[in-house]
C-alpha cells in the first residue's frame, strides 16, 4: 500500500468572513482499485462535511493520469437504487474514513472507467462557502490490476464481488463486469465458448420508461461443446463481457427505439468451484 502525501486544507478567510473553517487535513492510501481517505479535524472547532452525498457537494475530485492517455477526471455519484445524503460531523481533533472505489465511481460518473495500469493521482478537495475558502490537493500512485483468464487457484467466495454495467455501443451492444472489491482474490466464471460466446449465469431484464417489463433476455444457445473460461480476479481487478442485445433478440419481436431501463443479473449461486452468489446492476439502455 502507498501512503497520499498529506494535504492540509487551511481556511482563507475573507475581509467578512465571521466564522473561518478549522484546518482539515486529508490523508489516503490506495490499495487495488480503492483510494482510502480519512478526514481529520485538525482544529479547535467541529466541521460538518457531505458524505457522498450527491458528489460530496462537488467538493471532491479525482484525477488519473498515465503514460500516453489523456487525463480520467472523476467525480462521485450515489447509485440510483440508494440514494444517500450523509454528513458527517468531526469533533476537535476527529477523523473520518471512506473508501472510493474508482472504476464504479467512474462509471456513476458517466466516466469511462480506468483500465488496468499504473497511475498519477490527484485528489483535490475544494469547500468554497461564501466568504470562506478550503481548498488543496495531495498526489500519490495508483496500480490497477490486470484480471487473468486461468484455472481457479483462490478458495470459491461467496461475496466480495460488484456487477458493473454500461451500454457500449449505440446499436445496444452493452459491457457487463465482475469487478472485485475484497482485499483478496476471487475466482469467477466469466463466460462459455464454444459455438460462440454464451453465459449460463447472465440475463438481463428490459423494461420501459414507465417501468412496464419488455423481456428478459438470456445468453444460452444451441450447443455442442462449450469449455467453462474462468477468470481470477486480484483485488480491484475487472473481467469485461460484450453482449449485443439487438442479436441475441433476433428472431423474436424487435428492441423498442428509445431509452429503457435494464436489471443486468449475475447468478453464480449453483457453481462451487469459483464464486458463488447473486448480483445485480441497474443502468440504461438507448436503442436507436
Partial sequence: MRWFSSMVLLAIAGPAAANPIPPLMLHARAHGSSLELVFR??????????????????????????????????????????????TMTLAPRGSYTETIDVVSGALRGNVDPPPPGDYEVTAFWDDRRGSSRLEDAADTKLSIPAAVEQPCTS???????????????????????????????ICVAARLEGAGVQSDWLTIELADALGKPLRTVGFVAARRATAKVTVELPPGATTWGRWDLVAWTRGSSPLPHGVVSAIARYDSARETTVFHGALTARFTVNLR
Avoid at 500516453?68 to 444517500?84: V, Y
Avoid at 478458495?155 to 455501443?169: D, F, I, N, V, Y
Fill in 41 to 86: 479535524n485538525a482544529g479547535t472547532s467541529r466541521i460538518t462535511i457531505p458524505i457522498n452525498s450527491a458528489g460530496y457537494d462537488d467538493r471532491l475530485s479525482v484525477r488519473l493520469t498515465r503514460s500516453g492517455a489523456p487525463p480520467l477526471e472523476l467525480t462521485f455519484r450515489e447509485p440510483s437504487d440508494k440514494p444517500n445524503t450523509r
Fill in 155 to 185: 478458495k470459491p467466495a461467496a461475496s466480495g464481488l460488484e456487477l458493473l454495467a454500461r451500454q457500449a455501443t449505440p446499436e445496444g451492444t452493452v459491457e457487463i463486469g465482475l469487478h472485485n472489491v475484497s482485499s483478496g482474490s
